[in-house]
């Protein structure tokens, strides 16, 4: 539409003619000229540099020759906006180079064209072409910060997710390997518990007993089996083997925070009874995972609140604390990921955040099968 514009009005202003026409010229050469221009001007975001250069060099040099008149639609108008268009859309070195030109093929004309000597028509249009070619560098530098700043973000964004992955990576790593102590521990059961059955053949009720344990240990070294089909095994087969701890380690585990400085109470609710070994583990790393967070990412904690609820077909566990968070804490390191992640291993829920009050607060529920 600029282009179509620029076309119309510039031959009006030839034939018309307008009073902008100015000089002596031939109708014919300088509507050819115009012409030129405009299809020019189709270019001037792809290829800006090619178009300024038609415009200034036909103006310049038919000027100069003589043979054109001198026009503010059909020449000035399509100089200025090629102009902005060189140094808005410019790349590389072509802003550089244009404006080059724009300065040189002006200077030649301010010397040899009659009609542009006057000072105030000197004034005039270097003012404008220089706005021009300000404003288009202005712009363009203001895309190029918009175009590092979304890149920057992209960046950002990418390498977060990458550290996501990785904690994810490594927690899970690190459960596969619990997995292996927790299978290993139920196969000795299960072979313990086959050779006394076979030393205490004639005893019925002694055997009934052993196969029963082999039962039930087997069906849960199964069940932890399948759960964690999808976790990354473990690369380092010389990693340490040590016994892994469960809910009765939790009071220890209190017994250090405590020493550490921090006042902890813990209470057990409901019925305890035997746990299969991952969830057993699993509620033992997330009490873990939830103290270290309290201890490290809050001040001004003056009180840690430690419950285990035996609740029918599940186990609740909760840690509450009433510090605020440390700056620079955002709630989304690799502790509350390994928790999450161990949560939904067994299908249950997770929340983690604020408490409704002041603090922080970790809930968390595992399922269980029929007490």
């Excluded at 199964?222 to 009765?248: I, K």
């Excluded at 103290?291 to 840690?304: C, D, E, K, M, Q």
């Amino acid at each position: 539409m600029i282009v179509l514009a620029v076309l119309v009005i510039g031959l009006m202003e030839i034939w018309l003619p307008f009073a902008s026409r100015t000089g002596d010229g031939h109708l014919w050469l300088t509507s050819v000229q115009v012409v030129i221009v405009a299809a020019a001007m189709t270019m001037r975001r792809t290829r800006p540099l090619i178009a300024a250069g038609v415009a200034f060099v036909l103006f310049s040099g038919l000027h100069i020759l003589g043979v054109t008149f001198l026009l503010f639609y059909g020449q000035f108008v399509p100089m200025v906006l090629t102009t902005f268009a060189v140094a808005r859309h410019g790349r590389g070195r072509e802003p550089h180079f244009g404006a080059a030109l724009i300065i040189g093929t002006m200077l030649v004309s301010d010397l040899l064209v009659p009609e542009l000597q006057d000072p105030a028509e000197i004034v005039f249009h270097w003012s404008v072409l220089f706005g021009a070619y300000a404003l288009g560098t202005w712009q363009r530098v203001m895309t190029n910060q918009a175009v590092l700043a979304r890149q920057r973000a992209i960046d950002a964004e990418v390498q977060a997710a990458a550290r996501t992955a990785a904690a994810i990576l490594e927690e899970r790593t690190r459960m596969a390997r619990e997995l292996h102590d927790v299978v290993a521990h139920a196969m000795s059961v299960i072979v313990v518990q086959a050779g006394a059955a076979q030393l205490v053949a004639d005893d019925q009720e002694k055997v009934s007993r052993s196969l029963e344990t082999i039962r039930r240990t087997g069906a849960e070294a199964l069940g932890e089996m399948r759960r964690f089909v999808t976790m990354l095994r473990d690369q380092d087969a010389s990693a340490p083997r040590v016994p892994q701890p469960g809910l009765a380690a939790v009071e220890q585990l209190v017994e250090e925070t405590r020493r550490s400085g921090l006042p902890v109470t813990f209470e057990v609710h409901g019925t305890q009874r035997d746990l299969p070994a991952g969830i057993d583990l699993a509620a033992y790393r997330i009490i873990q995972e939830a103290l270290t967070n309290a201890r490290r990412h809050a001040t001004g904690v003056s009180s840690i609140e430690v419950t285990v609820d035996y609740a029918p077909g599940e186990l609740r566990l909760e840690v509450r604390d009433d510090g605020t968070p440390a700056a620079g804490s955002t709630g989304t390191g690799h502790g509350l990921i390994g928790m999450r992640e161990r949560v939904q291993l067994y299908g249950g829920p997770l929340h983690a955040g604020p408490s409704a009050t002041r603090g922080f607060q970790v809930d968390a529920v595992l399922p269980l099968g029929p007490s």
